[in-house]
């Protein structure tokens, strides 16, 4: 808990419930009699039935949730101090080891070689990038 809640301090101004991702969950839970969400993050959303959060804190190209991927459309957004810190892998890390790769970044945001690589994922309403919701019946 401790770990969580340290790289978890912004959360609760750069976290929020997405609509989208929670009607997904939603609907793929359907009647599940209990829930254990492993990965539970800000806990934005369990239902009622979450009988247990895994990781719990104390505290895509439009989405409200600023996990890591949700600026997959906005990288500008990662340059920003608070908004790395409401994500935990950023969060983990030093501002030695960000270093070189957010002044890549910045970089290449500046003389649009981002915008020039990555012209396609501009053109894009969602992208799936490797979350996965799993459910088993036991």
């Known amino acids: 808990m401790a770990l969580y809640d340290s790289i978890g301090r912004t959360y609760a101004a750069r976290r929020r419930t997405d609509p989208r991702i929670a009607a997904a969950i939603t609907g793929a839970l359907g009647a599940a ?17 979450t009988i247990a959060a895994i990781e719990p804190s104390s505290v895509t190209h439009d989405c409200v949730d600023g996990f890591g991927a949700a600026y997959w459309r906005r990288p500008e957004a990662y340059l920003d101090p608070d908004t790395r810190a409401g994500i935990s892998f950023f969060a983990r890390a030093t501002e030695d080891e ?7 970044l910045a970089s290449d945001l500046r ?22 919701l799993l459910i088993v019946d036991l």
């Open 111 to 132: 003389t649009g070689r981002w915008h020039a690589a990555h012209a396609d994922l501009l053109e894009r309403d969602s992208l799936d990038v490797g979350y996965c």
């Open 98 to 104: 960000l270093r070189p790769g957010l002044d890549r």
């Open 33 to 49: 009699g209990s829930v254990v969400n492993v990965g539970a993050g800000t806990g934005s959303y369990e239902p009622a039935s």
